[in-house]
């Protein structure tokens, strides 16, 4: 089930609803595919106009350019391909907080002997020959 906004209400619409959705009669009796802009794109995404232009520009979202010139397409996307987009973008994170904690299997390898800080240096220093002045 997912939700559709139908003049300003939410309505509960099955997946097949929401294709159908996409798929208007004309007055001459031909099915027409109905387009959304950048700005329906984005509100449908819930995201800004520019982040959509970003997912398009690095290939994320496809669409179909409308307009005649190619140095400033007119873009506009099917219900679709925002589908599509969504689902290669759905994600569940497994949390890691809740796995069952396990025993290391290995014993420790130090030593448990306390040494002084100002004992190791002083047998350091009785180590080494002191220098003599000239």
Same mark, same amino acid.
């Given at each position: 089930?997912?939700?559709?906004?139908?003049?300003?209400?939410?309505?509960?619409?099955?997946?097949?609803?929401?294709?159908?959705?996409?798929?208007?009669?004309?007055?001459?009796?031909?099915?027409?595919?109905?387009?959304?802009? +950048?700005?329906?794109?984005?509100?449908?995404?819930? /995201?800004?106009?520019?982040?959509?232009?970003?997912?398009?520009?690095? +290939?994320?979202?496809?669409? /179909?350019?409308?307009?005649?010139?190619?140095?400033?397409?007119?873009?506009?996307?099917?219900?679709?391909?925002?589908?599509?987009?969504?689902?290669?973008?759905?994600?569940?994170?497994?949390?890691?907080?809740?796995?069952?904690?396990?025993?290391?299997?290995?014993?420790?390898?130090?030593?448990?002997?306390?040494? +002084?800080?100002?004992?190791?240096?002083?047998?350091?220093?009785?180590?080494?020959?002191?220098?003599?002045?000239?």
């Amino acid at each position: 089930m997912s939700a559709e906004w139908r003049h300003g209400k939410a309505v509960l619409c099955t997946a097949t609803q929401l294709r159908l959705a996409d798929v208007r009669v004309s007055s001459t009796g031909y099915s027409v595919r109905r387009l959304l802009t +950048g700005k329906e794109a984005a509100a449908r995404l819930s /995201i800004t106009e520019d982040q959509l232009t970003a997912l398009v520009q690095a +290939g994320e979202i496809a669409y /179909i350019n409308v307009g005649l010139g190619s140095k400033r397409p007119r873009r506009r996307f099917t219900r679709a391909d925002l589908d599509d987009f969504e689902a290669r973008r759905r994600r569940r994170e497994a949390c890691l907080s809740g796995s069952p904690k396990t025993r290391r299997s290995i014993g420790t390898t130090s030593g448990s002997a306390v040494i +002084g800080f100002m004992a190791l240096r002083n047998a350091q220093r009785a180590k080494k020959p002191k220098k003599l002045k000239p």
